[in-house]
């Protein structure tokens, strides 16, 4: 049965293809996502790795935590599943307003 690894400390110029040949040193990869950025698509600086068998995933984990990769000493460990995280409130934007205040003179939140 497959297993899936999570491999942090990428460099951010690491690619999938690199990651999967470094892998296949030690074992037969099923599949190799690096996690990108939604907006900018640039690396995240992990990602997971799938190997064929839990053996070859040991394997991994045991030759590869802490080897160099790109410039870089890579983590390895066994992926966790995803947990519920609870929502986000929106992004940024206040409803609020703030500009201008007459309880401060007409200044708004700044401070002259």
Known sequence: ?????????LSYSTTEDGLKDF????????SVAIITDK???RSKGFGFVEMSTEEEAAKAT???NGAELDGRA??????RPMTERPARNGGGF???????DRDRGGRGNSRW
């Not at 890579?74 to 992926?79: G, P, Q, R, T, Y």
């Not at 409803?95 to 201008?100: E, N």
Request: net charge positive.
């Open 23 to 30: 892998f296949a040193k030690v074992g037969s990869v099923v």
């Open 94 to 100: 206040d409803r609020r307003g703030g500009g201008f």
């Open 62 to 64: 045991e030759t590869l």
């Open 1 to 9: 049965m497959a297993k899936k690894l999570y491999v942090g400390s």
């Open 74 to 79: 890579i983590s390895v460990a066994e992926a």
């Open 39 to 41: 907006i900018s698509g």
